[in-house]
C-alpha cells in the first residue's frame, strides 16, 4: 500500500496574500522617498462636495417634486409645459407615469422622473405647483 501525503489548507494571517490591498509591488529604494498614502477629504472641505446622504436627500427631493407633476391633471400639464419650458422626454415620463397602474412599474417611473429632474431647474417648477395647489385644481393622490 502506497501512502500519500495529506494535503491541508492553511491559513494566512490576515493582510497578507494576493488579495491584500496594502501590499506595494515596488519598493522603494534607499534614496527615495516613500508616498503617503492619499488622504480623504475632510467632512468641511468645500472642495469634496456635498455629502453621500445630502446628494440623496436631494435626489429623493426632485423625485418628490416630479411625483408631484403626475398628481397634475394631462389638460394642466400641457399649460405647464408650455409655461415652464419643461423637456420633452420628461412630459412624456410623467404622461407614462399617469397611464401606469402596476406598483413596481410606477416606482421605476417615478425614479426615473426623479432622474429626468435632477437636469434641470426645479426652483419655477416648485413655484408653479405651489401655485397650482393653492387653486384646487389638482387630481386626487393615488
Do not use: C
Amino acid at each position: 500500500m502506497i501512502s500519500l501525503p495529506i494535503v491541508t489548507a492553511r491559513r494566512r494571517a490576515p493582510g497578507v496574500g494576493v488579495g491584500s490591498l496594502n501590499v506595494s509591488k515596488r519598493r522603494a529604494s534607499a534614496g527615495e522617498p516613500v508616498a503617503a498614502p492619499a488622504a480623504a477629504p475632510e467632512p468641511g472641505d468645500p472642495q469634496a462636495g456635498p455629502s453621500r446622504s445630502a446628494r440623496k436627500r436631494q435626489a429623493e427631493a426632485l423625485q418628490k417634486l416630479g411625483v408631484g407633476l403626475t398628481r397634475v391633471r394631462p389638460a394642466k400639464l400641457h399649460q405647464l409645459q408650455q409655461q415652464l419650458q419643461l423637456p420633452e422626454i420628461l412630459f412624456e415620463a410623467i404622461l407614462e407615469a399617469q397611464r401606469l397602474r402596476s406598483g413596481g412599474a410606477l416606482a421605476r417611473q417615478r425614479q426615473y422622473i426623479g432622474r429626468l429632474m435632477r437636469d434641470i431647474d426645479a426652483a419655477p417648477i416648485e413655484r408653479a405647483l405651489a401655485a397650482f395647489h393653492r387653486g384646487g385644481d389638482a387630481k386626487i393622490p393615488r
